[in-house]
């Protein structure tokens, strides 16, 4: 019999039931918090996870998405340029506050507030990519397509 999942993972197999996506979060016996660790426990190339990155707009305080591969770092000047304002890291209450999640585990879809998302175009050399699940050890599998329809994100490029 499967164990049921954690509060936070079970809201992030919600989400992805109710968009209709075939995707199953599973919960790790190991760390997932970092790309590297995610990538080690799924058996998959580290470009091919999907980190979760919040943002905030330096002027508007807005919260922005950043979904990125693994094997990736943002530039920020860039995405800055992107969206049109400076922006910097959010902090882990900020994060929280806007997702409903703590960061390491922070998923692409199931957030409390709807969040403008770029979606890192590296992402789609991939036929598989992994993604956060709500927790710091919970996973699920999707493809680019999913990522990009889940989250009604732009595709850009952020390295």
Same mark, same amino acid.
């Given at each position: 019999m499967n164990k049921p999942l954690s509060a936070s993972a079970g809201k992030v197999q919600e989400a992805l039931s109710a968009g209709g996506y075939p995707c199953r979060v599973l919960e790790m016996e190991k760390s997932t918090r970092s790309a590297a660790e995610a990538a080690q426990a799924v058996g998959c190339h580290i470009g091919q996870i999907v980190k979760s990155l919040v943002f905030k707009g330096k002027k508007t305080k807005k919260a922005y998405l950043v979904v990125a591969s693994g094997a990736n770092r943002v530039n920020v000047k860039k995405l800055s340029e992107t969206a049109e304002e400076p922006m910097q890291m959010a902090d882990a209450d900020f994060v929280?506050?806007? %997702? +409903?999640? /703590? *960061? +390491? !585990? *922070?998923?692409p879809l199931g957030h409390e507030t709807p969040l403008e998302t770029f979606i890192d175009a590296d992402l789609f050399k991939h036929e %598989?990519?992994?993604? /956060? /699940? !709500? %927790?710091?050890n919970a996973l699920f599998r999707l493809t680019p397509a999913d990522l990009k329809a889940m989250t009604g994100g732009r595709v850009v490029a952020l390295s």
């Open positions: 929280r506050k806007t %997702t +409903g999640f /703590a *960061v +390491g !585990g *922070v998923p %598989t990519l992994w993604a /956060a /699940a !709500g %927790t710091p």
